[in-house]
């Protein structure tokens, strides 16, 4: 019986490349939570959370240079996302139109609020000298 002696020589040792799955893991957790955050601030609206009408014809609306004007259900007015009294509103809303160029107002309101209170302030924007107005609603989905 012969048995083989392999002499030891000073040639390096080479190591098979593996793929190591645990970076690769925190990699895609990583890309996937950056996805998540992203996709959440999309569609942020400037105004309070309300629960917004139902629309079919909706577009997406551009909220650059526009103020949010929100009403709530029980009839209160927010400016952006501080509740305001109505005698702050006017001033404001005059002041805002003396400074901005070219403005614009977005109506945010519940779907419970009254129809007069939302017609006040698209009366009041309207007097002030404002005539680009849009109303937010959500997209009504098409089966019903």
Known sequence: MAISVKAFTDEPV???A???IIPLIDVIFFLLATFVLFTLSLNQSGGLAVLLPA???GRPRDADGAV???VTA???I???KALISLDEFIPRLQAWKQV???PRVLINGDESALFSQVRYVVDE???AGITKINIETRIRSAAR
């Open 78 to 80: 927010a400016w952006d």
């Open 18 to 20: 593996r793929i190591e």
């Open 125 to 127: 924007v309207r007097k």
């Open 74 to 76: 029980d009839g209160a």
């Open 14 to 16: 080479r190591k098979r």
């Open 100 to 102: 901005e160029p070219d």
């Open 68 to 70: 949010t004007l929100t």
């Open 55 to 57: 629309a079919e014809t």
